[in-house]
Every structure is written in C-alpha cells, then in structure tokens.
T-cell receptor, first 120, second 112 residues
Framework: GAVVSQHPSWVICKSGTSVKIECRSL??????MFWYRQFPKQSLMLMAT?????????EQGVEKDKFLINHASLTLSTLTVTSAHPEDSSFYIC????????????????FGDGTRLSIL | AQRVTQPEKLLSVFKGAPVELKCNYS??????LFWYVQYSRQRLQLLLR??SRESIKGFTADLNKGETSFHLKKPFAQEEDSAMYYC??????????????FGQGTELSVKP
C-alpha cells in the first residue's frame, strides 16, 4: 500500500532556530502533498497544499514566510518552520495523494506519522 | 460555508454495545465524505468513504443528504475499536481542489 514517511518524528530545539520537516511518498508519486497542524486531541488544521513544481497554497491565517514549503519532486515535500518560537510547538502531519488512482474521490490521502515539534 | 461537525468529543460504550459516531456537514454541491481513524500513537488511516458503500471492520456509514449527515455505525463495538475518529469532507472548490476538511474528531472508548 501507499506509504508516507515523515522525518524527523520528534524534534526539540531552541527558540529562534529554523526546523525542516520532510515528507516522502515511498512507493507512489504524489502530485499534491498537504501539511496539517494538530493540537492535542483536536482536529487537523490544514496549513497549506503543496503542489509539485509550483508554489504552495496557504490557508487563511497561515504565514507564508514563517512556514516555508518546498515540493521539488513527486516524492518529497519539505516544511521549514523559520525562527521557531514556543507557540509553534505542535504536531505537524503531512499527507500525500496518489497520482495513480484517478479522480479526487478515488485518491484518498495517505498520512505520515507526524512530527512533534517542541520549541524551548 | 464548508464545514464538518462532530458534536461528540468523547463517546464511551461497553464492549458489544452498538456505536454511532455523528457527523454533519455543510457543503454546497455533491459531497464526498470519508471517515478516518487514528489509533493510539499511530498515523491517521482511511476507514471508509461513502462512494464505496463498503463496510470496514464492521463499520458502515450512510450519506443522508436530507439531514446532511454521514454517521458512522457499528452494531457491536470491540475494545480494539477505541481510537480517535475523524469525519472529513472533500472540498473541490478553488484551484486547490481536493483538500479535506476535517471535523473536530470523536474519541471512542470501548470498555470491557
């Protein structure tokens, strides 16, 4: 089945540091990847949609300069949290859509394990 | 406005009891709905989608357009069903096309 790998799974760093999170589709090509933020026992909040070879589309209220997204290939998207602060601490999850399965309704999103980001 | 509402944050039942996790949606157009499940310390997984009309792990969900609902049901809950359940709506608006809108999630706890 389709597998999405996210790395790192957990990162702790000092305030002011920039942190990069990778999202890879291991056995399929993903034209579109999604980045979510999830607070404990709460819903997933879509941050941005990452399209291969083009600029990411950010949701309202999400700072583009704060959360840099790069989707340079059909199997890799990266999210960089720039100059991270404690309020950026959260669980970040990526998902990818399998190009092979046709229309949107037949392309379920496959989720990564998530990255727990803790900013001290 | 496109929205998914799961009114119950926590649903606690005993093993063998029927379960119904509620989901209501708001969407102008023909909705496509999904249920995702997240077991403890695991990634989010697709449980079922309404277009497939399938039953996975004994769960079913029927789309009721009149009531704008897509409730998840299982006649006899098992302890291994304990997890977070998210209802999601596929939004095809805008040039993003195909993004999922999630409900707040319902934690199902099945007691022995």
């Amino acid at each position: 089945g389709a597998v999405v790998s996210q790395h790192p799974s957990w990162v702790i760093c000092k305030s002011g540091t920039s942190v990069k999170i990778e999202c890879r589709s291991l056995d399929f090509q993903a034209t579109t990847m999604f980045w979510y933020r999830q607070f404990p026992k709460q819903s997933l909040m879509l941050m941005a949609t990452s399209n291969e070879g083009s600029k990411a589309t950010y949701e309202q209220g999400v700072e583009k300069d704060k959360f840099l997204i790069n989707h340079a290939s059909l199997t890799l998207s990266t999210l960089t949290v720039t100059s991270a602060h404690p309020e950026d601490s959260s669980f970040y999850i990526c998902s990818a859509r399998d190009l092979r399965q046709g229309p949107y309704s037949n392309q379920p999103q496959h989720f990564g394990d998530g990255t727990r980001l803790s900013i001290l | 406005a496109q929205r998914v509402t799961q009114p119950e944050k926590l649903l606690s039942v005993f093993k063998g009891a029927p379960v119904e996790l509620k989901c209501n949606y708001s969407y102008s157009g023909s909705p496509e709905l999904f249920w995702y499940v997240q077991y403890s310390r695991q990634r989010l997984q697709l449980l079922l989608r309404h277009i497939s009309r399938e039953s996975i792990k004994g769960f079913t969900a029927d789309l009721n357009k009149g009531e704008t609902s897509f409730h998840l049901k299982k006649p006899f809950a098992q302890e291994e069903d304990s997890a977070m359940y998210y209802c999601a709506l596929l939004s095809l608006y805008g040039n993003q096309g195909g993004k999922l809108i999630f409900g707040q999630g319902t934690e199902l706890s099945v007691k022995p």
